[in-house]
């Protein structure tokens, strides 16, 4: 046995020659187009320096937090303010070996050896070497979070912002020269809080101040929101999101939202019957803004968030506590959509999922409503939160193919907080590689190479830079 193994080489995931050569000569060149993420944007205005390994790798990752508490490691060394960040560090370099055959053990290695060049396994022994070899890098501008972007070549990313935001930092971001193009995306989840006033009446005072406008009833409420809606849009905003359990599709009358609505204001919940009516309304009125204004909407389904109330009071929300949610799908969300549809004020949309048992629900419920305007208007989003990973994504990919067109995919994202993530998009584009060079292989498809060049450069970016509408940034 050789005393270092031999792990994660150049041909990682490529086991045939047409996998290496659609990935060297055609996927590995491509810039990235992050469409879905939640960088703070004010960190890369300010283009933030890490003081450390911890703070660019563990701060924020829930995906690492929950193998630690698996692991069994206490929660002062993963969240926790009485531990050192080296000591936090040293928690997870123990946890690393023990994730072997989860997308961790993949990505840490892969996130070492692209950001810092560090080939080392990672297991406590090793992580004296890597802290300091890390450390003595993060002090170099080619790692701060806007030395990052130029080096994997992101020409886009898009945050996920409140509607309440006044998008300072976007500002401010354009004022840089930075040469990759930062946009919002309209996240307006609390717009639908009217099971829990205590939360939804302090983010209603700052829509309102926001928009400058009264909104104690449900009338000068939807006017905040359209007019932060068309302040983003000013800003180059083209993407709206929600991430919800499921879309309700109810039917409810302006009238009764209006009752639910000043109900919430004057402190009473809305009951689960009374929330449906009123979410129903709210995002037929969403998806008519994203249509009218040209815009993508992105509907995440399917998470049963906040699982341990004892460290959801501990830590708050995505801290990872957060499940595959077992919700119906299918009825509620054909309805929403044909409502949009038959008033032909149905957006660009794309349906992602968490549960793979919905990945044919959605990736037919996608077919159901394209129109012929746009190609592949309705997508069938990649693999999302537990499913971005080797299988999960095969299983997205194998759904897409068989049930619509592989080839108008807009294909990755990292959805992720942390700087630390963009060689997600490497995994899946070896992993989208080596399932064609399989399938040639296999006689499942022509090996016809500019036919397949072209496909894995569209599904890496193009599709994207031309479904989002989005003026990228160059890295000539």
Not at 307 to 324: C, Y
Not at 428 to 440: E, Q, S
Request: some cysteine.
């Amino acid at each position: 046995m050789p005393s270092t193994p031999s792990f994660l080489p150049d041909d990682f995931l490529l086991t045939t020659p047409w996998a290496r050569t659609l990935y060297f000569e055609h996927a590995a060149p491509q810039p990235i187009f992050d469409y879905h993420c939640h960088l703070p944007p004010g960190e890369i205005a300010g283009n933030r320096r890490f003081e450390n390994l911890t703070r660019i790798w563990l701060a924020g990752d829930h995906y690492k937090w929950r193998a630690m508490r698996a692991h069994g490691v206490p929660e002062d060394l993963i969240t926790g303010d009485a531990s050192s960040d080296y000591d936090k560090f040293l928690a997870y370099a123990r946890t690393v070996p023990h994730t072997l055959r989860n997308p961790l053990h993949h990505w840490s290695h892969l996130e070492l050896r692209r950001y810092f060049g560090i080939d080392l396994l990672i297991n406590e022994q090793n992580a004296p070497k890597i802290w300091e070899l890390a450390n003595a890098q993060l002090q170099e501008p080619a790692l701060s979070a806007q030395g990052i972007l130029a080096k994997f070549k992101v020409a886009v990313v898009c945050t996920t912002d409140d509607p309440a935001d006044d998008l300072a930092p976007h500002q401010a971001i354009r004022r840089t020269g930075l040469a990759t193009r930062v946009y919002p995306a309209f996240r307006p989840d609390k717009a639908l809080l009217v099971n829990d006033p205590a939360a939804f009446n302090p983010w209603c005072d700052r829509l309102a101040a926001g928009a400058n406008t009264d909104v104690q009833d449900l009338a000068g409420f939807l006017t905040a929101l359209k007019q932060r809606h068309d302040f983003f849009h000013a800003q180059g905003g083209r993407l709206s999101d929600h991430g919800l359990e499921y879309v309700p599709a109810e039917d409810c009358t302006e009238r009764e939202a209006a009752a639910i609505f000043a109900q919430a204001r004057a402190g009473t919940a809305a009951t689960p019957a009374q929330w449906a009516k009123y979410a129903s309304f709210l995002m037929l009125f969403f998806g008519r803004l994203d249509a009218e204004r040209g815009w993508t909407k992105q509907l995440h389904l399917g998470a049963l968030r906040n699982n341990s109330t004892r460290l959801f009071r501990r830590l708050g929300a995505d801290t990872g506590v957060d499940s595959i949610g077992d919700f119906p799908q299918a009825r509620s969300l054909s309805r929403y959509l044909d409502r949009l549809d038959a008033e032909h004020k149905l957006p660009k949309v794309v349906l992602y999922n968490v549960n793979p048992a919905d990945n044919y629900v959605f990736a037919t419920m996608a077919g159901n409503f394209q129109d012929g305007t746009i190609p592949g208007k309705i997508q069938f989003g990649s693999g999302w939160w537990f499913l971005d990973q080797q299988e999960g994504m095969a299983w997205q990919i194998n759904a897409l193919s068989n049930l619509g067109l592989l080839s108008r995919f807009v294909g990755m994202l990292t959805d992720s907080r942390s700087f630390m993530s963009y060689v997600r998009h490497e995994y899946f584009r070896r992993l989208l590689c080596a399932m064609l060079g399989a399938d040639i292989a296999a006689g499942l498809v022509p090996a016809d190479g500019p036919a397949l060049g072209e496909l894995v450069e569209n599904i890496c970016y193009r599709n994207a830079v031309g479904y989002f509408g989005l003026e990228p940034g160059r890295f000539d």
